[in-house]
């Protein structure tokens, strides 16, 4: 084990969206940075990134894309069964606290996470309280570590909530999928973000149906379901204010050209494909993304 690991980006900010099994394309862009040495010294992630965020902290290439490839296979990762007991479609516990340790299909070595000195911000949604972004100093254990990355990814109705001293949390992306305004509040005004949605995507609102069965699901939360049922205003305009700040150079967009894969995706045919997208697309435009961050190292 390294006894530090060097960062050597410090002026710009990395923010890794969430999307599940999406995230096979984040896997493969961090992957290549890994390879190439991109280490940032602030990251915010949410959601399925909080798992990227983890995995390229600690460095391991090989668990960054097993979490989103040969995981699928695994039969305890994804159940309908255990959805319609109650359980949730994704077996969060499994997939969070059991996996990832030693001798686990995911397992990751939280000492190399620790060993990492950089700053980082893990998205979550208080059910009751709303946004909240826990951050090393909240973070003292692989359980502290796992348990706000659960907290992070856990969708509603996919997944049940994640409880944390009392609180009831759930997937980050429920006010802003694409945190940039953490990046803000915490005084960066450079960020590169790598999305799981293509370029030109526009979040749709919730159909009726969607919004009923929430209401169901989630009677009396109201502030809750205000920010689910608004969530795609949020992100829509978020990416307009990226396309503002790429014409500023502000901020570099990656973003996968094409996307066939869904966030519960299971064919293992297609995650390795969108891996390999983001591997590629991060080595092919490697010479304009290290010239763009030098530049902000120099400038900013």
């Known amino acids: 084990m390294d006894k530090e690991k060097k960062n050597n980006i410090f002026k710009t900010a990395l923010v890794l969206e969430g999307g599940g099994m999406r995230c096979s394309f984040t896997a493969g862009v961090l992957n290549q940075f890994i390879e190439e040495g991109i280490f940032f010294n602030y990251i915010i992630a949410v959601s399925a990134g909080s798992s990227c965020l983890v995995t390229y902290m600690a460095r391991d290439q090989e668990v960054m894309k097993r979490s989103f490839t040969d995981f699928v296979t695994d039969p305890n990762t994804m159940s309908w069964r255990s959805f319609f007991k109650g359980g949730g479609y994704m077996q969060s516990d499994y997939i969070y606290k059991e996996a990832v340790q030693e001798g686990g299909p995911l397992h990751i070595d939280f000492e190399e996470f620790f060993a990492n000195p950089a700053h980082y911000r893990i998205m979550a949604y208080d059910i009751d309280q709303g946004p909240v972004a826990f951050t090393e100093k909240d973070i003292k254990s692989p359980e502290d ?34 945190p940039i305004h953490q990046a803000f509040d915490d005084g960066y005004d450079r960020i590169l973000i790598i999305r799981t949605k293509t370029r030109d995507y526009v979040r749709p609102p919730l159909t009726p149906l969607r919004e009923s069965i929430l209401k169901r699901r989630y009677p009396g939360k109201d502030q809750f379901l205000d920010a689910l049922f608004h969530r795609y205003e949020e992100y829509n305009k978020t990416v307009e204010v990226l396309k503002l700040m ?54 900013g």
């Open 145 to 178: 570590l796992m348990a706000r990355v659960q907290a992070s990814s856990s969708l509603p109705l996919f997944m049940p909530e994640t409880e944390i001293n009392g609180h009831f949390f759930v997937d980050g992306g429920i006010y802003n999928g694409l």
């Open 246 to 299: 790429e014409a500023e150079d502000k901020a570099l967009m990656i973003s996968p050209p094409f996307m066939k894969v869904s966030n519960h995706h299971r064919d293992l045919e297609d995650l390795e494909e969108n891996y390999q997208q983001g591997l590629s697309y991060a080595r092919d435009h490697m010479e304009e993304i290290k010239a763009w961050i030098e530049k902000g190292e120099k400038d």
